[in-house]
T-cell receptor, first 115, second 114 residues
Framework: NAGVMQNPRHLVRRRGQEARLRCSPM?????VYWYRQLPEEGLKFMVY????????ESGMPKERFSAEFPKEGPSILRIQQVVRGDSAAYFC?????????????FGSGTRLTVV | DQQVKQNSPSLSVQEGRISILNCDYT??????FLWYKKYPAEGPTFLIS?????DKNEDGRFTVFLNKSAKHLSLHIVPSQPGDSAVYFC?????????????FGDGTTLTVKP
């Protein structure tokens, strides 16, 4: 059984292009979280989704960023008109339940480079 | 305002000795505290957690201690092994309607020397 699958592993975009990051949670997990890690920093929460619903998007920048987790298919983090400051590692995680005690299962991340 | 702080960016210990990683927090609403381990080019891996109603949780070589009055927790690894060399993140999450998301510290890089 595969864990959390993220693709692509590496993504290079020119300034102004769109970036689409995909995440398939672990089988049976219905809670998905996106985190961003800038160099030499910790992981910063972006958004928490369940199937077809955004539960908490308090960490999402107000412009250019959006996320979805449709009924069928992976969760998508979409960044429009990328800028150099968007270069970071983006991690997706999933969990079986909403409570915090059991921890997340993380994917290996997508490293976005904006040139 | 950083709600979870790991004040030591790095720690180096000898194989077989104890590693102690520290974490401080400011938010009294945190219900759970978690530790993750991360190798380069991989996602974090969940290690151990502790509920705010406990002061100690142990799992094999890993023990987490929580001091609520000091808003401080620590992860003890005994004995340390070279394979433990990684970045360790402390994280915390609330319960209730804010359950789900976790707030992470900036990490401590542990190096275990053979």
């Amino acid at each position: 059984n595969a864990g959390v699958m993220q693709n692509p592993r590496h993504l290079v975009r020119r300034r102004g292009q769109e970036a689409r990051l995909r995440c398939s949670p672990m089988k049976g997990h219905s809670h998905v979280y996106w985190y961003r890690q800038l160099p030499e920093e910790g992981l910063k929460f972006m958004v928490y989704l369940q199937k077809e619903n955004i539960i908490d998007e308090s960490g999402m920048p107000k412009e250019r960023f959006s996320a979805e987790f449709p009924k069928e298919g992976p969760s998508i983090l979409r960044i429009q008109q990328v800028v150099r400051g968007d270069s970071a590692a983006y991690f997706c995680a999933s969990s079986l339940e909403r409570t915090g005690s059991g921890g997340y299962t993380f994917g290996s991340g997508t490293r976005l480079t904006v040139v | 305002d950083q709600q979870v702080k790991q004040n030591s960016p790095s720690l180096s210990v000898q194989e077989g000795r104890i590693s102690i990683l520290n974490c401080d927090y400011t938010n009294s609403m945190f219900d759970y505290f978690l530790w993750y381990k991360k190798y380069p080019a991989e996602g974090p891996t969940f290690l151990i957690s502790i509920s705010s109603i406990k002061d100690k949780n142990e799992d094999g070589r890993f023990t987490v201690f929580l001091n609520k009055s000091a808003k401080h927790l620590s992860l003890h690894i005994v004995p340390s092994q070279p394979g433990d060399s990684a970045v360790y993140f402390c994280a915390a999450s609330e319960g209730g309607t804010n359950a789900g998301k976790s707030t992470f510290g900036d990490g401590t890089t542990l190096t275990v020397k053979p």
